[in-house]
């Protein structure tokens, strides 16, 4: 019998992208996540610098300069990138997409706005005090992380992502940023029903 998945089991992103149409995916979103869209208007943001780490199918990065942001998506899939950069490329959007791993990042830049939607969920648990470091550095002074990861709640399903608590937030991020807000919500995508995530506003100190 095959064991089920556990967290942590995750496939090879490249040979997915390669062989799966991203519509597919379960955390494919068209549009702006929800929550985003609600944290972004509670903060009055109505433009600026955005980077969406592990863009995949760069349905995010697309809304996001669709409502007039400067974005910068990367992803450690070449795959995955080439088939974001054709879809806005459709839309006559100018998004700068890079190939690029957060765990061995080699951008130079800083971000009003960095988005991390399902990619730190996905990380190694080894990995994430460094990822963390990476991405302080990426955000501006004053500027926001805004991530979205499963949620301890999400029991149901088995394997996937790493769950996280508010208090493992608090603890992981708290130290080079304000955790502003934590919400119990749903992974927007393909899945029925959502799995429980939690999506986090931490501003840069
Ligand atoms: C759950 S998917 C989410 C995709 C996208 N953010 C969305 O919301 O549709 C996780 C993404 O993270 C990417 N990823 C995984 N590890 C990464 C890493 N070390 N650096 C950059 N991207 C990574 C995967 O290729 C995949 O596209």
């Known amino acids: 019998m095959k064991r089920p998945a556990r967290p ?40 600026g610098t955005v980077l969406d780490i592990g863009t995949g199918p760069g349905t995010q990065a697309i809304a996001l300069a669709e409502l ?4 910068t998506a990367t992803d450690l899939s070449d795959a995955a990138i080439k088939k974001a950069f054709l879809l806005a490329r459709k839309k006559r959007l100018n998004i700068d997409f890079v190939l690029d791993d957060i765990l061995k990042c080699s951008l130079d830049a800083r971000f009003d706005l960095v ?3 399902g990619c730190f969920h996905v990380l190694d648990p ?13 955000v501006s002074p004053g500027g926001y992380l805004m991530l979205k990861c499963f949620s ?25 940023f304000i955790v502003a807000s934590v919400k119990e919500t749903v992974f927007h995508g393909q899945l029925t029903p959502l799995p429980k995530a ?7 100190v």
């Open 68 to 71: 007039g942001y400067r974005v």
């Open 152 to 176: 301890v709640l999400e029991t149901a399903m088995q394997g996937g992502p790493y769950r996280f608590s508010p208090e493992d937030i608090q603890r992981l991020f708290g130290k080079g």
């Open 8 to 47: 942590g089991e995750f496939p090879d992103w490249e040979k997915l992208y390669r062989e799966e149409e991203v519509e597919s995916m379960p955390w494919f979103h068209i549009g702006l996540d929800p929550d985003l869209t609600e944290a972004i208007d509670a903060l009055g943001m109505t433009g």
């Open 126 to 138: 080894g990995s994430r005090a460094g990822y963390i470091n990476t991405v302080h550095g990426l």
């Open 115 to 117: 988005l991390d939607r």
């Open 198 to 204: 939690l999506f986090c506003v931490m501003k840069k």
